[in-house]
């Protein structure tokens, strides 16, 4: 007999609407998420920058992440189609802009030259320019860039108008999302996930998810804490005038400013150790717009629209943690730290797979 429990979400950020809606595509009936705040809005995926870029992002000791990322890009066209059969023309365009990784000083431009030989030996396709030439491909550019790195098949998104699209397209299958609702705690009998508590209540399910993203390890009832930490992120958002359009993403080691298609310019991004402190502070955003001016002389005449903070779910490996728990029924999908706009569409097809595994396992017993 088909069991009739809920398969349970907990958060509705990237991670957790991505979840919901591909098990709904599958068939599975009942999905609920639950959500703290607002679906989407009250996320660290709403106050990210939305680049895809795991080509500028590969670092020397994370190529499993660099791995992960190129894998979940190539999803990203097939991911958006199947959305926009859900929700039409809310979804957003995947834009292939490439990244400009560009150097403002002697001490980048070394930093630069180490980063092209580490991405030459891994084997990621870079091009190196000279700063006349980075200069022609976004002419906002500060005289002072002397080299950059083109990083041509990286990408970004609008990841808010994804968030709402998800959120839509989850609705529109029939996802249930209990907003404005923390979960606490995980009840567990006899090692198996059995039920999700919040406030006084308890509601069982067939299958829990933990995608609470930085706030995972928050989540009681089992023995030991996921092992996820916040980094928190400040983040500013200028308003583009058409004078100062950027054409694409571009960065030096220490700030990137990203042009979205709703006319904003974003320029980010600390990361900084401080627990759950949201509070904005002036002297990071000071510096971040020091290095941004430094970078883009334009834009010392934008307006500021917002200065946001918000928590990178960080894991000591930097690889987010995708699968199933040490209990049965419970699963986790969660620490994707820099990388959860970029990894949405592999963290949705992975772990959506493994439950239904799971769930037929479980039918067949
Ligand atoms: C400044 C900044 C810039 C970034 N830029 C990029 C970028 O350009 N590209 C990229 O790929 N990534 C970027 N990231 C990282 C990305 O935002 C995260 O990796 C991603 O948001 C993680 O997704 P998530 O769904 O796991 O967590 P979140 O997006 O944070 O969502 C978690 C949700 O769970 C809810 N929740 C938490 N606890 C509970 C509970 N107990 N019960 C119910 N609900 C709960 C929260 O309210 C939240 O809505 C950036 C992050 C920051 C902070």
Redesign the pocket.
Known sequence: MAETKPHII???????LSIGWRLLREGVEHVEI????EAGR????W??????SPRAEAGFEDMDVYEDGVRSLELYPRFLEELCEDVGDRVPRLERTGTLVCAVNADQSRELDRQFDFRKRAGIPTQKLSGDEAREREPLLSTKVTSALWLEADAQINNRKLLLALREAFHVRGGILREG???SDVIIRDNKAKAVQFGDEEEEAATITI?????SS??GGLHAAIPVRPVR?Q?LGLRMTPHSTLQQPVRTTNVYIVPKDDGRLLV??TAEEVSFDQRVIAGPIMELLHRAWELVPAIYELEIEEILA????ATRDHRAIVGPSEYENLFYA?G???????EAPLAADTLTRIILEHTEEVMIE
Do not use: N
Not at 47 to 52: E, H, I, P, Q, R
Not at 211 to 215: S, T
Not at 336 to 342: A, K, N, P
């Open positions: 907990v958060g509705g950020g990237i991670i957790g639950f959500e703290s705040g009250s996320s660290a995926a106050v990210a920058a939305g680049m895809l609702t923390t979960v995608a609470a993203g930085a706030w928050k989540i992120g983040m980010g991004a918000s928590f990178r779910p969660t994707h730290w820099r990388h959860g706009i970029l």
